[in-house]
C-alpha cells in the first residue's frame, strides 16, 4: 500500500521539502536520507517515517525496499519529488529518518575524532566515512557544518548509520571531560613544538582534533588541548583539506 501525490503543494511534499533546510529538520525532527544504496543503509538501522519513491520508480525493486523500511511509503509525481529532492541525479528514492544519532559523551573505550568548525557538509561527511573506514567509534563535532545536512549524510557514503555522534555545546568543556577520562586530546596543528605524524606515537585513546577548512584549529581549542601534532608535507603546499588531514591522521592511528 502507498499513499500517491502529485501536487507539489501537498503539505507533506512541503514537510518533506522543509527538510532541505536546518531549521526545518529541527522542526519535524527529520532529515533526509536519498539514493537506493544510503536508504538501504539506514533500513533496519534508523527510524523511517517516510519512505518515499518517485513514480518511475513504483514498479521497479525500490518499492520493495521502501515497504520494508517500516515508514509510511509515498509515491510522488516527477515534479513533486523534485522539489523534495536535493540531490539533481537522484535515482528516485528517498527516507524521511526520525534525528537521534547525537547521543551523548564517548565510552571509554571508544576511539574517537574530534571536528572543530569543520564547516563543509562534505568534508564532514569524508572525514565521518574515513573514520568508519579505519576503526573509529564516534565524531565529536562542534560547530561544522549540520551532520543531518542530505550532503553531509551523503558524503558519509553508508557510514552515518554506523557511527556515534556527539555534538558539543562548548568544545572547551568536551575537552576537558575528554582529559578528566584519562584521555590525550590533541590538536592537528602547524606551530611550534607540534610532534610529527609517525615520528611520535600516538594511543588509541588518543582524541585529535581536526580544524576549520580556512583558519585550522580555533585558539580557543588550542589552549584547552595537551598537545599540538602536524602532518609532515614537503614545501609544495602549506597545508591539507580538512577531510584529507583528518583522514592521514586516522590511518596512521588505525592499527591501534
Request: proline content about 3%; charged content about 30%.
Amino acid at each position: 500500500m502507498y499513499t500517491y501525490i502529485s501536487s507539489r503543494t501537498n503539505p507533506t511534499v512541503k514537510l518533506l521539502s522543509s527538510l532541505q533546510k536546518k531549521k526545518g529538520r529541527e522542526e519535524a525532527g527529520l532529515y533526509l536520507c536519498e539514493g537506493a544504496k544510503l536508504c538501504r543503509e539506514a533500513a533496519g538501522r534508523c527510524r523511517v517515517k517516510y519512505a518515499v519513491l518517485r513514480e518511475d520508480k513504483k514498479e521497479s525493486e525500490l518499492f520493495a525496499l521502501c515497504e520494508k523500511s517500516g515508514g509510511e511509503v509515498i509515491v510522488l509525481s516527477e515534479s513533486a519529488f523534485e522539489k523534495m529532492s536535493t540531490d539533481t541525479s537522484s535515482d528516485g528514492v528517498a527516507f524521511a529518518v526520525e534525528t537521534d544519532k547525537g547521543d551523548g559523551a564517548p565510552d571509554p573505550c571508544e576511539k574517537v575524532i574530534m571536528l572543530d568548525c569543520v564547516r563543509d557538509p562534505g568534508n564532514v561527511g569524508t572525514a565521518v566515512r574515513c573514520a568508519a573506514a579505519f576503526g573509529f567509534d564516534r565524531v565529536i563535532l562542534w560547530d561544522c557544518a549540520d551532520i543531518y545536512n542530505p550532503k553531509t549524510v551523503r558524503a558519509t557514503m553508508g557510514a552515518f548509520f554506523k557511527m556515534r555522534f556527539t555534538v558539543s555545546d562548548s568544545l572547551t568543556d568536551t575537552i576537558e571531560e575528554l582529559k578528566n577520562s584519562g584521555r590525550r586530546v590533541i590538536a592537528a596543528s602547524l606551530g611550534d613544538g607540534a610532534l610529527t605524524l609517525g615520528d611520535s606515537p600516538l594511543k588509541r585513546s588518543d582524541c585529535v582534533v581536526i580544524g576549520n577548512e580556512g583558519h585550522g584549529v580555533s585558539e580557543e581549542t588550542l589552549a584547552a588541548c595537551t598537545d599540538f601534532i602536524k602532518i609532515p608535507m614537503t614545501d609544495k603546499t602549506e597545508s591539507l583539506n580538512a577531510a584529507m588531514a583528518a583522514t592521514v591522521i586516522m590511518w596512521e592511528m588505525r592499527m591501534l
